[in-house]
T-cell receptor
Framework: AQSVTQLGSHVSVSEGALVLLRCNYSSSVPPYLFWYVQYPNQGLQLLLKYTTGATLVKGINGFEAEFKKSETSFHLTKPSAHMSDAAEYFCAVLAGGFKTIFGAGTRLFVKA | EAEVAQSPRYKITEKSQAVAFWCDPISGHATLYWYRQILGQGPELLVQFQDESVVDDSQLPKDRFSAERLKGVDSTLKIQPAELGDSAMYLC??????????????FGAGTRLSVL
């Protein structure tokens, strides 16, 4: 069975600081991994995805994530936070079967 | 850019009443998903359709929830009777297919249900 753990339900950073949102997954087969962003009262928007190939994946809005098989991690980063990045972020895993499993989410706060 | 359409955006109902949500996926997307998202949690799959067929409804409370996608295009999710614990955001998503390589899900804006 697959699962996703997002470390930290809330993360607070200052504007211009590094953003690091942590995600660890469990899967018995090679996974596809995703990060989604959700703004208040909106649906989820895909930020980036890892399927195969290059382990460093670049997404929209300056975000990127690195797939580390040895650590079963897929952490999301952005070098410099902007106020508009304040939102909830979800890591998700799809492996083997057809069901995508989402983490519980991390709410990002950006301080001026 | 094509979007997944959902209506209504907000729904307030009293417990024991019936409610229905509608979803129109991106044109050409064979796979349609209904998720429930409780405040502070990630989305949880309720039901997944491949064209008009249900492929996974293991987490759907079938005593009160039903879903259909009669012509393999738009879909309706119904709750009857609604309970207080059903208050949540109901998200619809679609993907070109359920196969791994094509399983990029696009989400609608959701329907926020409040049961009083």
């Amino acid at each position: 069975a697959q699962s996703v753990t997002q470390l930290g339900s809330h993360v607070s950073v200052s504007e211009g600081a590094l953003v690091l949102l942590r995600c660890n997954y469990s899967s018995s087969v090679p996974p596809y991994l995703f990060w989604y962003v959700q703004y208040p009262n909106q649906g989820l928007q895909l930020l980036l995805k890892y399927t195969t190939g290059a382990t460093l994946v670049k997404g929209i809005n300056g975000f990127e994530a690195e797939f580390k098989k040895s650590e079963t991690s897929f952490h999301l980063t952005k070098p410099s936070a902007h106020m508009s990045d304040a939102a909830e972020y979800f890591c998700a895993v799809l492996a083997g079967g057809f069901k995508t499993i989402f983490g519980a989410g991390t709410r990002l706060f950006v301080k001026a | 850019e094509a979007e997944v359409a959902q209506s209504p955006r907000y729904k307030i109902t009293e417990k024991s009443q019936a409610v229905a949500f509608w979803c129109d996926p991106i044109s050409g997307h064979a796979t349609l998903y209904w998720y429930r998202q409780i405040l502070g949690q990630g989305p949880e799959l309720l039901v997944q359709f491949q064209d008009e067929s249900v492929v996974d409804d293991s987490q759907l409370p079938k005593d009160r929830f039903s879903a259909e996608r009669l012509k393999g295009v738009d879909s309706t999710l119904k709750i009857q009777p609604a309970e207080l614990g059903d208050s949540a955001m109901y998200l619809c998503a679609s993907s070109r297919d359920s196969h791994l390589a094509k399983n990029i899900q696009y989400f609608g804006a959701g329907t926020r249900l409040s049961v009083l």
